[in-house]
Structures are given as structure tokens and as C-alpha cells.
């Protein structure tokens, strides 16, 4: 007990406080991250955009590609001009970004919008991961960044889980509730020590000019730059927990008996997740968080002496398994059960990321390979994006499949607009059909079997893991 306390004293106060702060953050981002592909599609009269799958994946993969590839541009901005100066941008613009969200309802003012939010999370991210990496030495390294991620999972969790409490007749609230724990973080900036940063006389575009450079350097190497898209398949099939995963709920998923089972064992708890006897497909997806939370200790104690690349072999394959399954029926509980798996997957496999880029990485050379870290996330986005869109609104889309019905079987179809929502497409299917809405969800699953992009998935992550393999057999051991 006494190490253990020894250990927390070691810790500097603005440890503690760029925590909080990144806790904060996290609770904001997600609590409308989680709850954003289903907002930007689903129906006008609901509240939401009524977008299409298409637009959906341009905004979110496009965006999300930007918010993890401006930090090697935003990093530099606050090695320069100080941590605390860009911490404070960065909480203006994410609070305008989100204040501004509500009233954007287009593709393309919705668009802009959220790549400026995408700004102010570019600006924070870097600050707070060189701060903790500053404020921790070899002794505490380990325990710091586990607290750490720690904050992120549970600020991942508790978000969803308080921005759904006012969705049930407006999205407005996510977003005024997002900016509201931005602000939050501004009191934290008086705590704040900056940390000690080298200061350097050339000029702002020299130092972009030299970080480009290096980072060519870096991806000239063949073998970190195959690992490196190697790793932005398994993000592609990895970011469809928000990408895909809550709209193919929200569209094919019957919740009632989750609900009766819940309201049987916990009353209070149903009632207070839900008003209309259904459970939001975003209460089902958060379970990730949770399983993290609850497992992530247990699951890196089993795996600590296992190789990196065993570890993401593995990792990706059940992550995979986990992700493909969650498509492949429309039973709650076995969505449920699936995202557990996707989980321990993702617990095996995500961490070990980073700590093999630095393994791998040459002596004199290690920030600069870890800071290409972010390139496979930036293009799994982006191909996660397409995914989600294109493939998924040709494959599995609810609305697209019910058109394309409806017009094969000669009825004609009006366009979706202000005048006509996705609502009221549907009540015009189910009384064209003559079936009730249950009766029109189960034929249209039964007749073009939309949990078939489940395929997909599982071809891209174990696409992955299968190279990961190839990679350590041909490329890494050979060698050694």
C-alpha cells in the first residue's frame, strides 16, 4: 500500500488537472460522438438531419480523419505559443462548434461545422498526451498513462449515457450539454503549470517544413509503412462501433424484449433509460466503454508477456469476430453479447499499438515514429467513412432497401424531403405492403438480408490480422 501511495505522490498537480480536463473532454465529444451517425440520418420529425448513409460517412470520415491528422500541425502550434494558450483555443472553438451544431441542418453547413469542432479537438489532443507524457518519468510512465486512458473510457462511458437522457424530444440538449463541459475545463487552466517546453528560433513554417520531412523519413521505411496500413485496416472495420453499428440498431433492431427483460430484473433502470418501452440503439453500443472499463486491467494482465504483434493478431481477429457478429442477427442480446466480444478485442489489440511503434522504432527515432501513429487512424476514418456510406447504404440501409422495393414492385416513390420524411416513407411502404411496421422491418430483412455487410467487416479484420501475420513471419522474424 505504501508503494502504491508513494507512486500517486509522485505525480504533479497539473497531472492531475490535464486529467480532469481530458475527462471532461471525452464526456463531451462522446456524448454526441456515440449519438451522431443516427442524428445525421434519421428522420426530420424526430429531430435529426435526415441525411443520407453517403453523406453520413463523408461527415464522419472525413471529419474524424482531420481531428487525428491536424495534430502534427497543432502540436507544433503548442510547443511554440505554450500548452496553456492553445488548451484555452481549443475550449472556445469546441464550445462555438457545439453551440453553433444545432442550428446547422445541411449536408454541407453540418459538414463545416464539424470539421471546426474537429479543430478545437485537434488543438486539445496533443497538449494533453505530451503534458502526461512531461509530468511522468520511467517510475511512473506505466501507471500514468493507464490512468490515463482510464479517464478517457470512463468520460467515453458516462457521455452517451447523459446525453440520451435528453433526446426524448430534441437533439438540441446533446450539444448545449457538450459545450457546457467544455467550459467546464476553462477554471482548470488557472491549475495549470505550463510545462517545460525547449523554445526554438526558427520560424513557425520552417519547423511545419522539418516535421514533414521527418515524418517522410519515417514512412521511407518500408517496413513501418506496411505496418502502418496494415493497422488503418483494423481502425476501418473498428470505428463502424459509431460509424454503422447504431444506425443498422436503430433501423433493424427490435428492442422491446431488452426492454421487458430489463423492466422484469431492474425497474428503476428501464424506466429511466426509456419512455416508449424501447432502448435506444446508443445505450447498446456504449456497452464497449463499460466492458473496457470493467475489463481492460484483467484482459492486459493476461496478455502482458505476449509478443505486440500476438497480441494485435489476436486482437484484431476477435475484434473482428466481435464487430461481424454484431451485424449478423437483429437479437439485442446477441448484439450484446457480440459488442463483449468486439471488446476483449479491442483490449487486446488497440493498446499494444502504440507500444510496438515504439518498440520497432530506432533509438533516435522514437517520437518521430510515435507521432506517425496517428496516420492509420486518419485513413481508417476515411475508408471507415466509405464503408459506412456507400457500402452500407447499398447494402443495408432501410430506407434505400424499402425505395428499391417499393419501385420494383411498380409503386411510385417520393423523394425524401421537408414534405415527406423517412417516416412517412415508411407508413407509405407499410400501407402500400399492407403490413404493419414489424411485419415491413421483418420482410425486408428476411427478403435482402441487410446483416449481410457483417461480411465485410470480417473480411477487412481479418484481413488484417491475416497480414499482421504474414508481416511478422516474412518481414520481422526472417530478418531477426
Partial sequence: MS???????????????????????????????MLLANYLTKSTDVGA??????????????????????????????????????LFSAFIV????????????????????????????????????????????????????GIYYWMVNVGAFIGPLVALQFTKTSYNPVFYISALLILVNIPFLFFFKE??????????????????????????????IIFLIIVAGFWSMYYQLFYTLPVFIDQWVDTHSLYNFLNNVWPWLAQKISSDGTIAAEYITNMDAMYIILFQIAVSAIIMKWRPLTSMMTGFLVCSVGMSLTLFTNNPFFIISAIFIFGVGEMMGSPKITEYIGKIAPKDKIALYMGCSFL????????????????????????????????????????????????????????????????LTNYLWTTYNPGKIWMVLLGIGAGASFLLFLYDRLLIRKNS
Fill in 49 to 86: 438531419l435526415g441525411l443520407s448513409q453517403e453523406e453520413k460517412g463523408l461527415i464522419m470520415g472525413i471529419g474524424t480523419a482531420i481531428l487525428y491528422f491536424l495534430p502534427i500541425i497543432t502540436g507544433a502550434i503548442a510547443d511554440r505559443y505554450g500548452y496553456k494558450k492553445v
Fill in 195 to 224: 510545462p517545460k517546453r525547449e523554445k526554438s528560433d526558427i520560424s513557425f513554417g520552417k519547423s511545419l517544413k522539418i516535421i514533414f520531412k521527418n515524418i517522410g523519413v519515417a514512412i521511407s521505411d518500408y517496413k513501418f
Fill in 94 to 145: 469546441y464550445a462555438i462548434g457545439f453551440l453553433a451544431m444545432p442550428y446547422c441542418r445541411s449536408f454541407g453547413s453540418f459538414f463545416a461545422i464539424f470539421i471546426f469542432v474537429a479543430i478545437g479537438g485537434a488543438l486539445f489532443k496533443p497538449v494533453i498526451t505530451a503534458t502526461i507524457s512531461k509530468t511522468t518519468d520511467d517510475t511512473t510512465s506505466s501507471i500514468g498513462f
Fill in 376 to 439: 492509420p487512424v486518419t485513413f481508417g476514418n476515411m475508408l471507415a467513412g466509405y464503408i459506412s456510406g456507400g457500402v452500407y447504404g447499398r447494402m443495408s440501409d432501410k430506407v434505400t432497401l424499402l425505395k428499391n422495393d417499393l419501385i420494383s414492385k411498380g409503386f411510385e416513390v417520393p423523394e425524401i424531403t421537408n414534405g415527406f420524411t423517412q417516416t412517412d416513407l415508411y407508413h407509405k411502404g407499410a400501407e402500400l405492403l399492407q403490413m404493419t411496421q414489424t411485419e
Fill in 3 to 33: 508503494t502504491k501511495t508513494s507512486v500517486f505522490k509522485k505525480f504533479p498537480k497539473t497531472f492531475w488537472v490535464a486529467n480532469s480536463m481530458e475527462l471532461f473532454e471525452r464526456w463531451a465529444w462522446y456524448g454526441f460522438y
